[in-house]
């Protein structure tokens, strides 16, 4: 009898020890994905065509882990094109072979292969996405990462009751593929979208009776929004009718929260707000629209949600809201600013403050000669004047291996010849072409300032970073002047992001430690300048030791 009573306030104690003090029971999980790239037939738009999904699901399935997880994910090509997984926004610590972006850290998964993704989320949580990264398979292969705070560990921000997860994205009837084997036989822009979707949904078109999406919320209840672009293309503005958004984080940062009624994220951005029900039940509109402040063609389609409190009656008033205008620069700049860093004790803004690397990169659009093309000439995009050439082997495999031939580490780190950047353009708009890489000092310090270019036409470049966060120390609108302009730098509590745009006709100025040894690409999130040539990659070399250093790649690494 004495030995069960012991026993029993045994199990009592490890109980209350269990409740008390939860992380210390389980640390962190290993996490097991199975992702199927499988064809399915979609009906969109009243039009039907075969697609590429995960698991026969558009958008993906989420992928859930916590800080300190190990995720684990087995890729199954069953699909007709060559695929990789890219996991945006994850740093990758020492992991940078499972970064995904074909022809940089892998070559592509073929049909009826399999490659395993394993890495760890390290010193992140919040919201993040997974895609394709070959070609313009993103279109329809992509989802939501979701990264909770390690057990025990709160949110720095009211507790919510309930979460959502909000995907935006672009369609097209035709298929996606042979839109961009069109442009580039062409030498002309790619045809622009069909729709917007939310969720998968474009809403009601004209002419065609399309269901749209349904957020169904209860009152008196916090929700945590989690908002992810994937669209290819376009900048876009999230509105609800009514109701205002409090933003706690973007890019699985955590930032000083602010109230806005309006979200403006570029594509490869994620926002994370807060959103109150605590307006009087019925029906609000949801608006998706796009943003474009320069004389480009885009989808101009607004895609249209519903939220819809628990208890409506059905046929419920629908709360509308105004749709911001297309060119709303102010709207855009507004909330660009509003985005700071928490800076806390637990979260602190490790800004470097001073400099081993400062480049100036040039980002924008010039026109090369095509003999095959439409008009003898093609359009093309570059970062410094140089149009990046796609290898026919992985980078990181011909650095592994020390495969001579695949790329120069002579990437300018600043203009070749330098011009008025925004205002009359150079007679010659021709680029060079080259696989240049430029390299870094294990655990240098970097600058960059990333300067949108007028030729052909200034536009916004929402420019993306693999294996880093950077802090977004300044931004404006001309020419950049070093004098000047970096005496106004935030060196205090910038936004730290993995995805930043460039406004057009003006500059960015980001900085990141390149504490992560490998191959990392940074390029233009919008995928017609990522096709035409605006990317390059960073080479960062080993530290000291093997927990500095680049590991040896997996066993089942694909073969190009």
Same mark, same amino acid.
């Given at each position: 009898?004495?030995?069960?009573?012991?026993?029993?306030?045994?199990?009592?104690?490890?109980?209350?020890?269990?409740?008390?003090?939860?992380?210390?029971?389980?640390?962190?999980?290993?996490?097991?994905?199975?992702?199927?790239?499988?064809?399915?037939?979609?009906?969109?738009?009243?039009?039907?065509?075969?697609?590429?999904?995960?698991?026969?699901?558009?958008?993906?399935?989420?992928?859930?882990?916590?800080?300190?997880?190990?995720?684990?994910?087995?890729?199954?090509?069953?699909?007709?094109?060559?695929?990789?997984?890219?996991?945006?926004?994850?740093?990758?610590?020492?992991?940078?072979?499972?970064?995904?972006?074909?022809?940089?850290?892998?070559?592509?998964?073929?049909?009826?292969?399999?490659?395993?993704?394993?890495?760890?989320?390290?010193?992140?949580?919040?919201?993040?996405?997974?895609?394709?990264?070959?070609?313009?398979?993103?279109?329809?292969?992509?989802?939501?990462?979701?990264?909770?705070?390690?057990?025990?560990?709160?949110?720095?921000?009211?507790?919510?009751?309930?979460?959502?997860?909000?995907?935006?994205?672009?369609?097209?009837?035709?298929?996606?593929?042979?839109?961009?084997?069109?442009?580039?036989?062409?030498?002309?822009?790619?045809?622009?979208?069909?729709?917007?979707?939310?969720?998968?949904?474009?809403?009601?078109?004209?002419?065609?009776?399309?269901?749209?999406?349904?957020?169904?919320?209860?009152?008196?209840?916090?929700?945590?929004?989690?908002?992810?672009?994937?669209?290819?293309?376009?900048?876009?503005?999230?509105?609800?009718?009514?109701?205002?958004?409090?933003?706690?984080?973007?890019?699985?940062?955590?930032?000083?929260?602010?109230?806005?009624?309006?979200?403006?994220?570029?594509?490869?951005?994620?926002?994370?707000?807060?959103?109150?029900?605590?307006?009087?039940?019925?029906?609000?509109?949801?608006?998706?629209?796009?943003?474009?402040?320069?004389?480009?063609?885009?989808?101009?389609?607004?895609?249209?949600?519903?939220?819809?409190?628990?208890?409506?009656?059905?046929?419920?008033?629908?709360?509308?809201?105004?749709?911001?205008?297309?060119?709303?620069?102010?709207?855009?700049?507004?909330?660009?600013?509003?985005?700071?860093?928490?800076?806390?004790?637990?979260?602190?803004?490790?800004?470097?403050?001073?400099?081993?690397?400062?480049?100036?990169?040039?980002?924008?659009?010039?026109?090369?000669?095509?003999?095959?093309?439409?008009?003898?000439?093609?359009?093309?995009?570059?970062?410094?004047?140089?149009?990046?050439?796609?290898?026919?082997?992985?980078?990181?495999?011909?650095?592994?291996?020390?495969?001579?031939?695949?790329?120069?580490? #002579?990437?300018?780190? &600043?203009?070749? *010849?330098?011009? $008025?950047?925004?205002?009359?353009?150079? +007679?010659? @708009?021709? =680029?060079?072409?080259?696989?240049?890489?430029?390299?870094?000092?294990?655990?240098?310090?970097?600058?960059?300032?990333?300067?949108?270019?007028?030729?052909?036409?200034?536009?916004?470049?929402?420019?993306?970073?693999?294996?880093?966060?950077?802090?977004?120390?300044?931004?404006?609108?001309?020419?950049?002047?070093? #004098?000047?302009?970096? &005496?106004?730098? *935030?060196?205090? $509590?910038?936004?730290?992001?993995?995805? +930043?745009? @460039?406004? =057009?006709?003006?500059?960015?100025?980001?900085?990141?430690?390149?504490?992560?040894?490998?191959?990392?690409?940074?390029?233009?999130?919008?995928?017609?300048?990522?096709?035409?040539?605006?990317?390059?990659?960073?080479?960062?070399?080993?530290?000291?030791?093997?927990?500095?250093?680049?590991?040896?790649?997996?066993? #089942?690494?694909?073969?190009?």
């Amino acid at each position: 009898m004495l030995a069960k009573m012991k026993f029993s306030s045994r199990i009592q104690a490890i109980l209350l020890v269990a409740f008390i003090y939860p992380a210390l029971m389980v640390e962190s999980l290993v996490r097991h994905y199975n992702f199927r790239v499988v064809l399915k037939n979609t009906t969109k738009l009243c039009s039907s065509k075969a697609i590429l999904t995960v698991n026969g699901k558009f958008p993906g399935p989420t992928l859930y882990a916590r800080e300190d997880d190990t995720v684990i994910i087995r890729v199954t090509n069953h699909g007709n094109r060559n695929v990789t997984i890219h996991w945006h926004g994850v740093k990758q610590l020492g992991t940078c072979w499972a970064d995904g972006p074909a022809y940089i850290t892998q070559c592509p998964i073929q049909p009826g292969q399999n490659f395993i993704y394993k890495f760890t989320i390290t010193g992140q949580r919040g919201t993040l996405l997974w895609h394709a990264h070959d070609s313009w398979l993103r279109a329809t292969l992509h989802g939501a990462i979701v990264i909770l705070p390690k057990l025990g560990t709160p949110y720095p921000f009211p507790t919510p009751q309930k979460e959502r997860i909000i995907i935006l994205s672009e369609w097209w009837k035709s298929d996606v593929e042979a839109v961009v084997d069109k442009s580039t036989e062409s030498g002309l822009p790619p045809n622009i979208s069909d729709a917007h979707t939310i969720n998968g949904h474009p809403g009601p078109v004209h002419g065609c009776s399309s269901q749209g999406f349904t957020l169904h919320v209860e009152s008196g209840k916090t929700y945590l929004i989690r908002i992810i672009n994937a669209a290819l293309n376009d900048d876009l503005f999230f509105k609800i009718a009514g109701h205002n958004l409090t933003v706690v984080e973007v890019d699985a940062s955590y930032t000083k929260p602010f109230q806005t009624d309006t979200i403006f994220i570029s594509p490869g951005q994620t926002t994370t707000a807060l959103l109150e029900t605590n307006k009087d039940i019925g029906n609000y509109l949801i608006s998706v629209s796009p943003f474009m402040d320069a004389p480009i063609g885009i989808d101009n389609f607004t895609s249209i949600a519903t939220l819809r409190y628990k208890h409506s009656p059905r046929n419920s008033t629908t709360f509308l809201t105004s749709i911001p205008p297309q060119n709303a620069t102010p709207l855009t700049a507004t909330f660009i600013d509003s985005l700071r860093s928490l800076d806390s004790k637990q979260y602190p803004a490790n800004v470097p403050l001073t400099i081993d690397h400062s480049l100036f990169l040039t980002v924008g659009v010039g026109i090369n000669p095509c003999d095959t093309c439409v008009n003898g000439s093609k359009l093309v995009a570059s970062v410094n004047n140089v149009s990046f050439v796609m290898p026919t082997i992985a980078l990181l495999q011909a650095y592994y291996y020390h495969i001579k031939g695949v790329y120069t580490l #002579d990437f300018p780190p &600043k203009p070749p *010849n330098p011009f $008025d950047y925004t205002g009359t353009p150079p +007679v010659n @708009v021709q =680029t060079a072409n080259g696989t240049k890489l430029y390299r870094l000092g294990y655990n240098s310090t970097v600058q960059i300032v990333l300067q949108d270019i007028a030729i052909i036409l200034p536009e916004s470049h929402p420019i993306h970073l693999h294996g880093f966060n950077f802090f977004v120390v300044g931004t404006g609108l001309g020419n950049f002047d070093p #004098d000047k302009d970096t &005496k106004t730098f *935030n060196l205090v $509590d910038p936004v730290e992001r993995n995805t +930043v745009s @460039v406004p =057009t006709g003006g500059w960015t100025a980001i900085r990141f430690r390149a504490d992560n040894p490998g191959i990392w690409f940074l390029h233009c999130h919008l995928e017609v300048h990522t096709t035409w040539g605006l990317k390059m990659a960073f080479l960062v070399d080993n530290g000291e030791g093997p927990n500095e250093s680049l590991t040896p790649p997996p066993s #089942d690494l694909p073969t190009c």
